[in-house]
């Protein structure tokens, strides 16, 4: 959705990325604080300050009801969330764009989102890939990436997208020996972040999925 997100953001008159939704909205009046970052982010406007989400549904509409916006929701975990952030196509003006990311299709459906697109896990080229840009930051070169242990390490992210991101931040900037003894750690006791992503993705599943 981020990449998505910064190759059309230019085409919009105002952008704004919600991310990780599904744990900022946690914490007491965190959906408020959502809706304020999202007035911020395409008006620029710091006055304009929310402290109701009732009210800041009233405030979006009439703020951006004409303008051509661009909205990222990303990781939505209940209907509630798209009710107080982007209700529907008329809160914003005409050839406005919302894209909306969540682990339940079920919810998108609820919710009128039309079309609906279904991610699938990274290959594995694509999981390199990526496990190598968060783990080296460009900063080796490609021959010296293949005397780490990638493949091993990418076994612990079954080719979730997330998973293979906080992968690879755990592992930036450590030497080989450094990879093999963390490598080692997780497979005894598997990484926190890294089981959450997991475990939610597997809660996402539909039933028969689950006993496959």
Known sequence: AKAVYNSIASKFEGCCFLGNVRA??????????????LLYEILGDR?????DADRGI???????????????????????QLDKLAGGLDWFGRGSRIIITTRDKHLLIAHQVYPIYTAKALDNDE?????????????????????????TALLYAHGLPL??????????????????????????????????????SYNALEDPLKEA
Not at 47 to 51: D, L, R, S
Not at 127 to 151: G, M, S
Not at 187 to 193: A, K, L
């Open 163 to 200: 998973a293979v991101n906080i992968l690879g931040s755990l592992l930036c900037g450590k030497g080989i020996n450094q990879w093999h003894a963390a490598l080692d750690g997780y497979r005894r006791f598997p990484n926190s972040d890294i089981q959450k992503v997991l475990q939610t």
């Open 58 to 80: 009233q405030v979006i509409k009439e703020r951006l009801g004409s303008k051509r916006v661009l909205l990222v929701i990303d990781d939505v975990k209940e209907l509630n």
């Open 24 to 37: 900022n909205s946690i914490p007491h009046g965190g959906l408020v604080r959502l809706q304020n970052n």
């Open 127 to 151: 999981a390199r890939n990526l496990l190598i840009l968060n783990a080296f930051k460009d900063n080796r070169n490609p021959d010296e990436c293949v005397q780490f242990p990638i493949d």
């Open 47 to 51: 006055k304009v300050k929310m402290t």
